[in-house]
């Protein structure tokens, strides 16, 4: 299947500095991403809609100025988290579907990035 | 509004079976996904639904009744490393997923 890859895995970054995150579709395009945080047992929340040459879609309740995201390529997504602070402290996960490919719907997520803001 | 149910923790024993339920309702539907989820890690892809039925795929099975908006995760012989959080996602009119908060199952020898 298809394979998304994101980094960092873990990162550990003080208060008020900023953190960056990437997503990487490895053997598909992507026009479309998806950034997800997930705090401790709860579910994945939708943070926003990442689309390729354009501005991302934020869900309510996300502040687009501090949590930017580009997707300058078909293949690449960041999600920068700017002036983090300790409430940010989340498991951030990216996904895409490939759908050029046979698109069952399935979305293909990356490993996650763990950020912990000191 | 849009909303997805599913109980919050199971236990099973292993080598048994386990049905976990989630019911949806969503603005259009487009498909009603399984997703496995181990603590700490991404979630990985089990089942699609879009059409009234059962989907089998060896030791996991997925049913879905568009007209009641319910579906089923049926898990058999269960193993020790089946331990993790099941999530249910409804695909609404948007091609957008709604997500259920997990059911987290419980395995015991």
């Known amino acids: 299947g298809a394979v998304v890859s994101q980094h960092p895995s873990w990162v550990i970054c003080k208060s008020g500095t900023s953190v960056k995150i990437e997503c990487r579709s490895l053997?598909?395009?992507?026009?479309?991403m998806f950034w997800y945080r997930q705090f401790p047992k709860q579910s994945l929340m939708l943070m926003a809609t990442?689309?390729?040459?354009?501005?991302?879609?934020?869900e309510q309740g996300v502040e687009k100025d501090k949590f930017l995201i580009n997707h300058a390529s078909l293949t690449l997504s960041t999600l920068t988290v700017t002036s983090a602070h300790p409430e940010d402290s989340s498991f951030y996960i990216c996904?895409?579907?490939?759908?050029?490919?046979?698109?069952?719907?399935?979305?293909?997520f990356g490993e996650g990035s763990r950020l912990t803001v000191l | 509004g849009q909303n997805i149910d599913q109980p919050t923790e199971m236990t099973a024993t292993e080598g048994a079976i386990v049905q976990i339920n989630c019911t949806y309702q969503?603005?259009?539907?487009?498909?009603l996904f399984w997703y496995q989820q181990h603590a700490g890690e991404a979630p990985t892809f089990l089942s699609y639904?879009?059409l009234d039925g059962l989907e089998e795929k060896g030791r996991f099975s997925s049913f879905l009744s568009r007209s009641k908006g319910y579906s089923y995760l049926l898990l058999k012989e269960l193993q020790m490393k089946d331990s993790a959080s099941y999530l249910c996602?409804?695909?609404?009119?948007?091609?957008?997923?709604?997500w259920g908060a997990g059911t987290k199952l419980i395995i015991k020898p």
């Open positions: 990442s689309n390729e040459g354009s501005k991302a879609t934020y």
């Open positions: 639904n879009v």
């Open positions: 996904s895409a579907r490939d759908v050029q490919g046979a698109d069952t719907g399935e979305l293909f």
């Open positions: 996602a409804a695909m609404d009119s948007n091609y957008q997923l709604i």
């Open positions: 969503t603005s259009g539907f487009n498909g």
């Open positions: 053997d598909f395009q992507a026009t479309t």
